[in-house]
């Protein structure tokens, strides 16, 4: 993890909050688990995870990390994403806005995106099915510029 000076204090306080209202620990290598992933402000993986912590001259285990990531998901703190490339993607939830993904089918590449269009159709789909949407999952697959320009030259 790059040292970014990045206030991840709401995000710590909550996920204790939530630990102590499920009657979870707080150890010092959750903590530490958490503070990486809540740095980091992009899709990662568990490989991704374990080599952070490497970088960082420090061991973790995939046991530990899948403990600590299935912990936080349990709380509401994790997303888990299958972009259809044989492993799981994480993002954190707090302080992420609401979004939605278009994945490149070629190169793995993905982008975020919003549009409000999507919240009116949400709101629509409330409205007309007496229904309150907790979330969403919407991924576009395609080919991105890049890959479509290197597919013309070959």
């Not at 102590?20 to 958490?34: C, H, V, W, Y």
């Not at 899709?43 to 080599?51: E, Y």
């Not at 949407?133 to 070959?154: A, D, M, P, Q």
Request: glycine share 6%; aromatic share 8%; net charge negative.
């Amino acid at each position: 993890m790059k040292e970014e000076i990045i206030d991840i204090s709401k995000e710590m306080a909550l996920m204790h909050q939530k630990m102590l209202k499920k009657r979870l620990k707080s150890t010092p290598q959750r903590d530490e688990i958490a503070r990486w992933i809540f740095h980091v402000h992009s899709h990662f993986t568990v490989d991704d995870l374990i080599a952070g912590f490497h970088e960082e001259g420090k061991r973790i285990s995939s046991a530990t990390a899948y403990r600590v990531i299935q912990m936080m998901q349990d709380l509401g703190l994790l997303i888990e994403h299958d972009f259809g490339k044989g492993y799981k993607h994480f993002e954190h939830v707090p302080g992420h806005h609401d979004h939605d993904h278009i994945i490149c089918s070629h190169c793995g590449k993905i982008i975020e995106f919003t549009d409000e269009r999507l919240n009116a159709i949400r709101e629509y789909i409330e409205k007309e099915n007496s229904f309150i949407v907790e979330s969403h999952v919407l991924n576009f697959y395609g080919i991105c510029s890049n890959c479509r320009k290197e597919n013309k030259r070959n």
